[in-house]
């Protein structure tokens, strides 16, 4: 679909230009990404993905006409990682939006920063539109209206983004095991305090302690029973 372009046109929607053959918006993505990945979101500029692919910056302009642009393509790069294959899905809509939340839970903590595009972008492109037309799919054994399925996945989409969020900066749980300074600290710190169902629960081992992946499911798994309660009484 090519329309002609103005200043708040998606740069899906514009009318495509000629490519130059040695280089293509994929691989000025890919550069990108690559960045992002190694040093964060705030080291990607069109000079430095030229520089990465050995081009001048004017040759991104080809393509891209900012670092807008950019943004927008990468963040529709990264839907294509949480994407399912059609074998995935089933007709229990809680397996299958188990599955989409798991893949989103796996894209983000393959890029991290990708956290600090939420909100921030909000062109939707075509590999966005397939994930929410898989999200939708997701809850076609559930039989409510498109406005009640949107709740849903907005919740599943919160609770996936802020558990992720969490769980990226959180020390590993060996690092408040009973013989570490962390752990030595914050036992002692509990006690003298009073605090004493902290203490009790930081007597127990961390071994002894939910992972994050069961943490993660069990999270999950609560939330939408909830919603099946509410909706169907099941």
Known sequence: MNVPKTADTPIWARSTPRRRPTLTREEIVAAALEIANADGLDAVSMRRVASRLGVGAMALYTHVDSKDDLLDLMTDALAEEVLLDDAEFTADWRESITKVARR??????????????????????????????????????????????????????????????????????????????????????????????LARLLRDHPADLPGHEESFDQGLRWLLEGIAREITGA
């Open 104 to 197: 989103e839970r796996a894209m983000m903590k393959q890029h991290p920063w990708v956290s600090e595009l939420v909100g921030r972008r909000s062109m939707i492109g075509p590999k966005a539109l397939l994930h929410i037309e898989q999200s939708l799919r997701a809850l076609d054994g559930l039989d409510v209206p498109a406005a009640k399925a949107v709740q849903i996945i907005n919740a599943v989409d919160q609770y996936t983004i802020g558990y992720v969020l969490r769980e990226t900066p959180t020390a590993p749980l060996q690092a408040f095991a009973h013989d570490s300074p962390t752990g030595t600290y914050l036992r002692e710190a509990a006690a003298s305090a009073g605090h004493e169902r």
